[in-house]
C-alpha cells in the first residue's frame, strides 16, 4: 500500500514557477514509477511527466517539455514537478500517482494522490 499526498499547488501569474512535490509513504517507494497527471475543469485527465524508479529515465508529455521537470529523491521518499514558465492553459488539478510499471497509462497507476489546484492568471 501506498499513500500519497500532493503539495505546492497554487495561484501564480503567466510566466512564473510553481514546484509540486508528492510526498510517499511506505518502504518500497524506490520500486515504483511516478508520474504526474493534470486534470482541467470540463477535460480528461491527461499525462504530464514520468520518471523511473531508479529516476534515470523520465517522460514528458510534449505540451510540457522543456518547461516541466520531473525529479525525485528516494531518501525522502518524495517526487518533484518543477513547473516553469506556466501558462493560463497549464490550470488544473494535478495528481501524482504510483505504478510498478513505467508507463504513460493512468490506467496502469495503481495509488493516486488527493490532487492539488494550479491556477495561473493571465
Known amino acids: 500500500q501506498v499513500q500519497l499526498v500532493e503539495s505546492g499547488g497554487g495561484l501564480v501569474q503567466a510566466g512564473g514557477s510553481l514546484r509540486l512535490s508528492c510526498a510517499a509513504s511506505?518502504?518500497?517507494?524506490?520500486?515504483?514509477?511516478m508520474a504526474w497527471f493534470r486534470q482541467a475543469p470540463g477535460k480528461e485527465r491527461e499525462f504530464v511527466a514520468r520518471?523511473?524508479?531508479?529516476?534515470?529515465?523520465?517522460l514528458y508529455a510534449d505540451s510540457v517539455k522543456g518547461r516541466f521537470t520531473i525529479s525525485r529523491d528516494n531518501a525522502k521518499n518524495t517526487v518533484y514537478l518543477q513547473m516553469n514558465s506556466l501558462k493560463p492553459e497549464d490550470t488544473a488539478v494535478y495528481y501524482c500517482?504510483?505504478?510498478?510499471?513505467?508507463?504513460?497509462?493512468?490506467?496502469?497507476?495503481?495509488?493516486w494522490g488527493q490532487g492539488t489546484q494550479v491556477t495561473v492568471s493571465t
Open positions: 500517482a504510483a505504478s510498478l510499471t513505467t508507463t504513460t497509462s493512468q490506467y496502469r497507476y495503481d495509488y
Open positions: 511506505g518502504r518500497t517507494f524506490s520500486g515504483y514509477a
Open positions: 520518471i523511473s524508479g531508479n529516476g534515470a529515465r523520465t
